[in-house]
């Protein structure tokens, strides 16, 4: 494992999670900080599932600071009462100075309702941790057989630690 080359070995006996999907390369498992280290498997599954969370956000903030830094602005108005255009505000953490008060208040509460009633299993039917289908398949999901299902969820799992990264060093 790769953890063993900084030395940074698990104690003895420790309940490792080196199997689980993301344990691939080039890092295969990586638990740094061992906060994976002896947890049970709820413990593990709430924090795969606010790693999706957070990749699937951030793949979201990458492709809009993206969008908005090539200049590519929605049409109209941001706030008619403040004569605010959607062209008139700057991307990345720059908007923040020029976004009214009662729009940061929109995203908030959005977002809000995003976890309370959308991205977590509503319904009870999820087949992994993350999935929140619930109920709806879009894309097919069912059509594709276990071993492309796995790779599709490594895939996001990767992509989605890539883009927090991402996003991370395009705020600083």
């Not at 999907?21 to 947890?39: F, H, I, R």
């Not at 793949?59 to 200049?71: C, D, P, Q, R």
Request: hydrophobic fraction near 45%; charged fraction near 25%; proline fraction near 6%.
């Amino acid at each position: 494992a790769i953890s063993m080359k900084f030395g940074l070995t698990p104690p003895p006996g420790a309940k490792l999670y080196d199997r689980e999907l993301g344990a691939q390369p080039p890092l295969g498992y990586w638990d740094p900080l061992g906060l994976l280290t002896n947890v049970d498997q709820e413990r593990f599954d709430r924090l795969r599932t606010v790693e999706l969370k957070h990749g699937r956000i951030s793949m979201l903030a990458v492709l809009g600071h993206i969008v908005t830094s090539a200049g590519i602005r929605l049409p109209g108005y941001l706030s008619k009462s403040q004569d605010l255009m959607f062209s008139d505000v700057p991307s990345g953490l720059k908007v923040f100075e020029k976004l009214p008060a009662l729009g940061v208040a929109q995203i908030v509460l959005f977002i809000g309702f995003l976890e309370i009633g959308v991205m977590r299993d509503v319904t009870g039917t999820a087949e992994f941790v993350g999935d929140f289908r619930n109920g709806v398949d879009p894309f097919k999901w069912d059509k594709f057989d276990e071993q492309t299902k796995l790779k599709k969820r490594a895939i996001e799992l990767n992509n989605g630690r890539a883009a927090q990264m991402g996003i991370l060093a395009l705020m600083v």
